[in-house]
């Protein structure tokens, strides 16, 4: 399209400029948002691995073999789309808002509608409550320095927007599954914000889970005002050929709550990065727990940044890497000079199953203040030999005995879900996936 | 036979004999104690029997029921019915100890070719087997072993054996450092095992247990080899001259 174009263009972001089509129909300050995104992307290219938060990850497949974005939405086989839902998706949600392949799904959503909470699709937001959209783009930054943030912006189809007026408690989760339909290899760019108004409360399940090759470029923008509080857990369930990368940029306020929980059991690549900005006395909890097999790679990356007195965090990573896969867990701390009082902690641990598996664990604390309480610890084990003959010298089979052992290792990070519906399903998932694990 | 030892040498990876020819048959219907001082081999008989890993059968056989025994792997010798009691049960974080038991149980089934039981049946299976035994159910939402007390740990082993109901049992020690009511759920364990188409082999350092589980034979054990074998006087007569006296006598004799 471009016949012109007056600024650097790194070689593996031209296929994607090349799709880049202004639509006359948005809001002057999305397409004028979108086209600065696109110049940053075309700029900055893919994330170099001498990057340190990209150095676990080998990208060179998708670079090899690109994912462009699906100009219109495909047509989808709903009732095979039902039918994986109804194994993915969470019985005790109260409502389930679905996207196929990066865009609203209706036919597969039930939203019940209730006073103060707005939650629709992100496309629908625009029409209904552009401001929400405005806020969330704007309002979060990051997709200067993050190429795939801005390469989010420039082409986010869909996603999903939760809005909730300050002092409403949601009782049960709100769902969100995004599914790869499997019938054309591209990339899915989400963008999607939950707000939470002045002491507000409610928790999100997430799941994303599809067929086929396609990227998922998802971007989740969280604003917590003053003790409002989110739970968010993440199910990603991809297909053995996709890569997603997700990233959550999320801004607490005064003693705000964000609990986040993510487990990462399949997918070629998978990365998720969290960026939280904590306010004064804020408490952040992530944990989560990730299963790596065959060849594939997943990364959890967070950077919690301390900025106000009184924060307190907790991290708790736990990785299983068998065959010859490769997971990595890199978790910064910064606390800022004025940040005193902060309580921070991390702890990772690791099981390596297979030979040829890997495990990188890389704390990173920066600390400018001097009154806080820090702490991380690494383990990197093996199974445990003496555990292992104690369940066969009950019968069980060797195989059976350990997927109960390394089911029981990640269970340890699962079982801090606090709602009992979430963790059981996630339990259930997992204990599905160590079905079909590799030695 | 039930089970048929002979000549058994067993060394360890480092190359360090540690059984040094062990005959020993056991029958059907049979309680066989073995006795002996610390580290004269008899964990190490266990483990073999067992089928753990990390030890090198240099000669000799083990027959289990007219099979080799040596040729199972250690899950296999329990599906066919040969349980260990751990001389130190292990903790097993994130494992809930009913599911375990669960699934050792329907391994078992799946083996002989009986259904599965399904979580309800399993359930009235354990509340029968702890109201045997007289224990809480305390135990059983927790993870296997972890936090246990000595006691409760060996309480667990002997609740485990009660519900695989075990051809060939073999305690390791499961009497040590128990007080009289752990030491009585113990001998009500066993002696509700006891049939004749079962046997038992404790493993034990006291006189004790056998006041409570009458042996049919009692064996010392002495630096890798079975030294003397006797009725359950035996086991009266080295609580009093002690192994060490016991041993040296024993020892001149062979000589
Ligand atoms: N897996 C092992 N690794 C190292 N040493 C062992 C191992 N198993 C047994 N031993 C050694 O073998 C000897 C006999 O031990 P064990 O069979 O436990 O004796 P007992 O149960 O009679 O006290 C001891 O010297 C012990 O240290
Ligand atoms: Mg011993």
């Known amino acids: 399209m471009n016949a012109v174009v007056d600024f650097p263009v790194k070689p593996e972001a031209r296929g994607y400029l090349a799709r880049f089509v202004p639509d006359d129909s948005e809001p002057g300050w999305l397409a004028a948002r979108r086209q600065q995104a696109m110049t940053r992307f075309a700029e900055l290219g893919f994330p170099n691995r001498k990057s340190e938060s990209w150095r676990y990850l080998d990208l060179q497949p998708l670079e090899n073999q690109p994912l462009l974005p699906s100009p219109a939405a495909p047509r989808a086989d709903t009732a095979a789309l039902s039918e994986r839902l109804a194994h993915l998706s969470l019985p005790e949600a109260a409502s389930r808002l679905v996207l196929v392949d990066g865009r609203f799904a209706p036919e597969l959503s039930t939203v019940e509608p209730r006073s103060g909470v707005w939650f629709g699709s992100t496309a629908h937001a625009m029409r209904e409550r552009p401001d929400l959209v405005r806020a969330a783009v704007e309002g979060i930054e990051g997709d200067e320095a993050h190429p795939f943030a801005a390469l989010n912006t420039a082409f986010f189809s869909d996603g999903f927007v939760l809005d909730i007026a300050p002092g409403v408690t949601l009782d049960r989760p709100l769902e969100i599954v995004h599914l790869g339909a499997g019938i054309s290899e591209s990339s899915f760019h989400t963008r999607s914000v939950v707000m939470l108004g002045e002491g507000s409360r409610a928790g999100i399940i997430e799941t994303y889970a599809g067929e086929g090759r396609y990227w998922r470029n998802d971007l989740v923008g969280v604003l917590l005002g003053q003790r409002a509080e989110l739970t968010r857990t993440v199910l990603v369930e991809e297909s053995a050929a996709a890569v997603h990368l997700a990233q959550i940029e999320a801004r607490l306020g005064e003693g705000a709550r964000f609990t986040g929980f993510v487990l990462l059991l399949n997918g070629q690549r998978v990365r998720h990065e969290a960026n939280i900005r904590m306010g004064e006395g804020a408490k952040c909890v992530i944990n989560g727990a990730y299963v790596v097999t065959g060849s594939d790679e997943a990364n959890i990356v967070t950077v919690v940044d301390h900025t106000a007195p009184g924060g307190q965090t907790s991290e708790l990573i736990k990785g299983v890497a068998a065959g010859r896969g490769h997971g990595a867990f890199q978790g910064r701390m910064i606390v800022r000079e004025h940040a005193q009082k902060t309580d921070a902690h991390q702890l990772s641990r690791n099981l390596i199953i297979g030979q040829r598996a890997v495990i990188d664990t890389k704390p990173e604390l920066e600390i400018y203040a001097d009154d806080v309480k820090c702490s991380h610890g690494a383990s990197v084990g093996d199974l445990d030999e003496t555990a292992l003959f104690y369940l066969q010298a009950r019968g069980i089979p060797a195989d059976e005995a350990r997927r109960m052992l390394i089911d029981g290792f990640l269970r340890e990070a699962v079982d801090t879900i606090e709602d009992i519906a979430k963790r059981t399903h996630l339990l259930r998932r997992l204990a599905g996936r160590l079905a079909e694990l590799e030695g | ?255």
Do not use: C, W
């Open chain 2, 1 to 255: 036979m039930m089970l048929e030892i002979k000549n058994l040498h067993a060394r360890l990876a480092d190359g360090r004999e540690i059984l040094k020819g062990i005959d020993l048959s056991v029958a059907a219907g049979e309680v066989h104690a073995i006795m002996g001082p610390n580290g004269s081999g008899k964990s190490t008989l266990a483990a073999v029997l067992a089928g753990r890993e990390g030890y090198e059968i240099t000669e000799g056989s083990v027959r289990y029921q007219g099979r080799d025994l040596l040729a199972m792997a250690a899950d296999e010798r329990a599906r066919e019915g040969v349980f260990l009691a751990f001389q130190y049960p292990v903790e097993i974080p994130g494992v809930n100890n009913t599911y375990f038991l669960r699934a050792a149980v329907n391994a078992q089934r799946r083996h002989r070719g009986d259904p599965e039981l399904d979580a309800g049946q399993f359930l009235r299976l354990v509340r029968a087997t702890l109201k045997l035994l007289d224990i809480g159910d305390d135990l059983l939402q927790r993870a296997v072993n972890v936090g246990f007390s000595g006691g409760e740990k060996k309480r667990n082993e002997i609740f485990q054996m009660a519900m695989l109901e075990p051809r060939l049992a073999i305690l390791d020690e499961t009497d040590s450092g128990l007080d009289i009511d752990a030491l009585r759920t113990v001998a009500r364990g066993v002696n509700g095992l006891r049939s004749p188409d079962r046997a038992i082999v404790m493993i034990t350092h006291y006189k004790r247990l056998l006041d409570y589980v009458e042996p049919d034979y009692v064996h010392v054990l002495q630096d890798g080899r079975i030294i003397q074998s006797g009725d359950k006087d035996l086991a009266a007569e080295l609580e009093q001259r002690g192994y060490g006296t016991f041993a040296d006598a024993m020892g001149g004799d062979a000589a």
